[in-house]
């Protein structure tokens, strides 16, 4: 059993970045972040292999999200920048028993609480 916490979640203002991350109880294969806006079903933003070699970001965020995992520490992060208010939802983090490739659909073992991001215009 693998226990994901996420954080860095906050209120910024349209154009600012954030960073968030996600902290595992044990090791991980591949990882991926999520997130569900208000009214809406949970969405991929981004995917990212065991070995950090392979990356999949949803079309919304491509160029302005970065996702990047440390395998010693056990950690993986969400770098937003040029935040946009459409960007506000709750953010979560998955991991998932692929040890190859990424995974873009829901199809993950383990999820976090969620953070929420909020972006105001």
């Known amino acids: 059993q693998v226990q994901l916490v996420e954080s860095g979640g906050g209120l910024v203002q349209a154009g600012d970045s954030l960073r968030l991350s996600c902290a595992a109880s044990?090791?991980?294969?591949?990882m991926g972040w999520f997130r569900q806006a208000p009214g809406k079903e949970r969405e991929f933003v981004a995917a990212i292999s065991w070995s950090g070699f392979s990356t999949s970001y949803a079309d919304s965020v491509k160029g302005r999200f970065t996702i990047s995992r440390d395998n010693v520490k056990n950690t993986m992060a969400l770098q937003m920048n040029s935040l946009k208010p459409e960007d506000t939802a709750v953010y979560y983090c998955?991991?998932?028993?692929?040890?190859?490739?990424?995974?873009?659909?829901?199809?993950?073992?383990?999820w976090g609480q969620g953070t929420q991001v909020t972006v105001s215009s």
């Open positions: 044990g090791r991980t294969n591949n």
């Open positions: 998955a991991a998932g028993l692929a040890k190859i490739g990424v995974v873009v659909s829901q199809d993950y073992r383990y």
